[in-house]
């Protein structure tokens, strides 16, 4: 369809004719993401005629259809600047039904219904829409969001948000996770001025469906219950990134900590909860782990410490399930072999921290991946348990993901060189030991408790057999001079001999001595130099 004949029939056409044109125009680039650049002039002129429609009191069914159209557009960002100004903000901002800086009055005068008509909804859900492709697309306008105070909106619009119809509240959320991604000062705005932390925090309880059986903590799903529906999951994992980017490098305050310690909570509940997929429960598993890794540590003990549900006597009380089920998922993302650095590193990085600082976290951690010695004979990088698939990554090419891993084992093991070299040989720990100055033994600066590790008494009796390199007992290697005579002896002597002058002679190896003052010289030299060290001495 042609751009020019389109413009031309919308500045003379009615409501009824735009919406027509409009459609067509819809249906034929609803799938379009790459556009003709030759075509950029018109296409931002198109923005500007359907903004001047929008600005008319027109029919729902005509806004929705010229919001799908500027969805459209808006995924080129270089048409986007007739839309990234304070009117084209404010119209999108007024049709989303989110409260701008040019609205605060109106709306603190009246309240909106709580259900909103089927076609004013439709209206919403595409403005909001509309945002996101914005925002995400035109640094000017995530500027002009800010100058609107957007943010103010959008808070609004949570403290609603047990009346959200779907759409609504998945796009809304959608929104404040772009906005506070994209511009670092909102989050401090949207934490401050308006409590985000805490709003997000009721947005995650009403869609989860949180029960309080206490001050931090809550009642244990129903292992028979019906899995998260998959849009409360969706909704559930948009919440969970904005929050993501509000707690982000923030400590907060002793007032803040009561709220980072419901917000544990919450996700202790989540991890044990099931959605309609494998897929989608890893999912939320992975975005419970980078907001649980943005927490104080001291707060991960809202994890084991569940008095109503109750514990296991031998790690004082507390309770597992959440730290086993961070297990499970460390391990999927081991076997998927692949995206270590993001999939992996941030669920070792939240068990290695959980593990210094609490013990009974180490000590539950350490009884499932390091167990006791019993296969000595058996390197500790070969096997499928999880302790060797850790063993294994200490050598990964990754740097980072490396380090985290050795990072786990070491705090497993207190920090000790002796204790982990045990378990992994001094040949996978060599990186480690390296970078933390431990080469030669010694033990890290946190502090642990004194209780001793258990050997086993196959670990005992195979210990003094144990090559430290390697980590376990080799079988012996049969000696090839045992059954040959001197003569022969002799000749494979010579012959070693021969091949090394040859290298030599060819330049490929460098014979090397010592001279008088240290330093190493080739051998013809300090050969050379001898005669006159021992006529001097002589001399004397």
Same mark, same amino acid.
């Given at each position: 369809?042609?751009?020019?004949? *389109?413009?031309?029939?919308?500045?003379?056409?009615?409501?009824?004719?735009?919406?027509?044109?409009?459609?067509?125009? #819809?249906?034929?680039?609803?799938?379009?993401?790459?556009?003709?650049?030759?075509?950029?002039?018109?296409?931002?002129?198109?923005?500007?005629?359907?903004?001047?429609?929008?600005?008319?009191?027109?029919?729902?069914?005509?806004?929705?259809?010229?919001?799908?159209?500027?969805?459209?557009?808006?995924?080129?960002?270089?048409?986007?600047?007739?839309?990234?100004?304070?009117?084209?903000?404010?119209?999108?901002?007024?049709?989303?039904?989110?409260?701008?800086?040019?609205?605060?009055?109106?709306?603190?005068?009246?309240?909106?219904?709580?259900?909103?008509?089927?076609?004013?909804?439709?209206?919403?859900?595409?403005?909001?829409?509309?945002?996101?492709?914005?925002?995400?697309?035109?640094?000017?306008?995530?500027?002009?969001?800010?100058?609107?105070?957007?943010?103010?909106?959008?808070?609004?619009?949570?403290?609603?948000?047990?009346?959200?119809?779907?759409?609504?509240?998945?796009?809304?959320?959608?929104?404040?996770? =772009?906005?506070?991604?994209?511009?670092?000062?909102?989050?401090?705005?949207?934490?401050?001025?308006?409590?985000?932390?805490?709003?997000?925090?009721?947005?995650?309880?009403? *869609?989860?469906?949180?029960?309080?059986?206490?001050?931090?903590?809550?009642?244990?799903?129903?292992?028979?219950?019906?899995?998260?529906?998959?849009?409360?999951?969706?909704?559930?994992?948009?919440?969970?990134?904005?929050?993501?980017?509000?707690? =982000?490098?923030?400590?907060?305050?002793?007032?803040?900590?009561?709220?980072?310690?419901? *917000?544990?909570?919450?996700?202790?509940?989540?991890?044990?909860?099931?959605?309609?997929?494998?897929?989608?429960?890893?999912?939320?598993?992975?975005?419970?782990?980078?907001?649980? #890794?943005?927490?104080?540590?001291?707060? =991960?003990?809202?994890?084991?410490?569940?008095?109503?549900?109750?514990?296991?006597?031998?790690?004082?009380?507390?309770?597992?399930?959440?730290?086993?089920?961070?297990?499970?998922?460390?391990?999927?993302?081991?076997?998927?072999?692949?995206?270590?650095?993001?999939?992996?590193?941030?669920?070792?990085?939240?068990?290695?921290?959980?593990?210094?600082?609490?013990?009974?976290?180490?000590?539950?951690?350490?009884?499932?991946?390091?167990?006791?010695?019993?296969?000595?004979? *058996?390197?500790?990088?070969?096997?499928?348990?999880?302790?060797?698939?850790?063993?294994? =990554?200490?050598?990964?090419?990754?740097?980072?993901?490396?380090?985290?891993?050795?990072?786990?084992?070491?705090?497993?093991?207190?920090?000790?060189?002796?204790?982990?070299?045990?378990?992994?040989?001094?040949?996978?720990?060599?990186?480690?030991?390296?970078?933390?100055?431990?080469?030669?033994?010694?033990?890290?600066?946190?502090?642990?408790?004194?209780?001793?590790?258990?050997?086993?008494?196959?670990?005992?009796?195979?210990?003094?057999?144990?090559?430290?390199?390697?980590?376990?007992?080799?079988?012996?290697?049969?000696?090839?001079?045992?059954?040959?005579?001197?003569?022969?002896?002799?000749?494979?002597?010579?012959?070693?001999?021969?091949?090394?002058?040859?290298?030599?002679?060819?330049?490929?190896?460098?014979?090397?001595?010592?001279?008088?003052?240290?330093?190493?010289?080739?051998?013809?030299?300090?050969?050379?130099?001898?005669?006159?060290?021992?006529?001097?001495?002589?001399?004397?």
């Amino acid at each position: 369809m042609d751009l020019g004949n *389109i413009l031309t029939q919308l500045e003379i056409a009615n409501e009824e004719d735009i919406c027509e044109l409009l459609k067509q125009y #819809n249906e034929e680039n609803s799938h379009t993401f790459a556009f003709d650049q030759k075509e950029e002039t018109l296409r931002s002129k198109l923005c500007r005629s359907v903004l001047t429609v929008l600005r008319r009191q027109v029919q729902p069914i005509c806004k929705k259809t010229c919001l799908e159209t500027l969805r459209i557009l808006s995924r080129d960002k270089r048409v986007l600047a007739p839309v990234a100004t304070r009117e084209g903000i404010t119209i999108l901002g007024g049709m989303a039904k989110l409260c701008t800086e040019e609205e605060v009055g109106d709306k603190e005068d009246s309240k909106e219904d709580a259900v909103l008509m089927e076609a004013e909804r439709l209206v919403v859900v595409e403005a909001l829409k509309c945002l996101c492709n914005v925002v995400y697309n035109s640094p000017a306008a995530q500027q002009v969001c800010v100058d609107v105070q957007l943010a103010h909106g959008l808070c609004a619009s949570l403290r609603t948000s047990h009346t959200w119809h779907h759409e609504v509240g998945l796009f809304t959320l959608r929104l404040l996770f =772009l906005l506070s991604a994209l511009r670092p000062d909102v989050r401090g705005v949207l934490r401050k001025e308006h409590d985000g932390v805490r709003l997000l925090s009721e947005v995650l309880e009403h *869609i989860l469906d949180v029960q309080w059986v206490g001050t931090y903590e809550t009642t244990c799903p129903d292992p028979q219950a019906l899995p998260v529906p998959a849009e409360d999951n969706e909704r559930a994992m948009e919440a969970l990134k904005a929050m993501f980017n509000l707690t =982000l490098s923030y400590n907060g305050d002793e007032e803040d900590d009561h709220q980072f310690r419901i *917000i544990a909570a919450i996700l202790r509940h989540l991890l044990m909860l099931k959605t309609e997929t494998e897929e989608k429960t890893e999912e939320a598993h992975s975005h419970a782990v980078n907001l649980l #890794n943005n927490l104080p540590v001291s707060c =991960l003990d809202v994890l084991i410490d569940v008095p109503v549900q109750g514990g296991q006597e031998k790690y004082d009380g507390k309770n597992m399930d959440a730290i086993q089920t961070l297990l499970d998922f460390m391990e999927k993302r081991i076997n998927k072999g692949s995206n270590y650095k993001e999939g992996l590193t941030p669920v070792l990085s939240l068990l290695t921290e959980g593990s210094r600082h609490h013990r009974e976290i180490r000590r539950y951690i350490k009884a499932q991946v390091l167990p006791p010695r019993k296969d000595v004979k *058996i390197r500790p990088e070969i096997g499928t348990t999880i302790k060797n698939k850790l063993v294994r =990554l200490m050598t990964h090419v990754d740097l980072g993901v490396k380090q985290a891993a050795a990072e786990f084992l070491f705090v497993l093991c207190k920090e000790r060189v002796d204790n982990l070299l045990k378990y992994t040989g001094y040949g996978n720990a060599a990186g480690l030991l390296v970078y933390r100055g431990l080469h030669e033994g010694g033990r890290g600066d946190t502090q642990y408790s004194d209780d001793e590790d258990s050997d086993t008494e196959e670990y005992k009796c195979a210990k003094p057999f144990i090559n430290p390199i390697t980590g376990h007992v080799e079988e012996p290697m049969p000696n090839p001079m045992e059954e040959m005579t001197e003569e022969q002896k002799e000749y494979e002597a010579q012959k070693l001999i021969n091949m090394l002058d040859k290298l030599s002679r060819q330049n490929v190896i460098r014979p090397m001595g010592v001279r008088p003052d240290g330093t190493l010289a080739p051998l013809e030299e300090t050969l050379c130099d001898a005669p006159e060290e021992n006529s001097a001495s002589d001399s004397d």
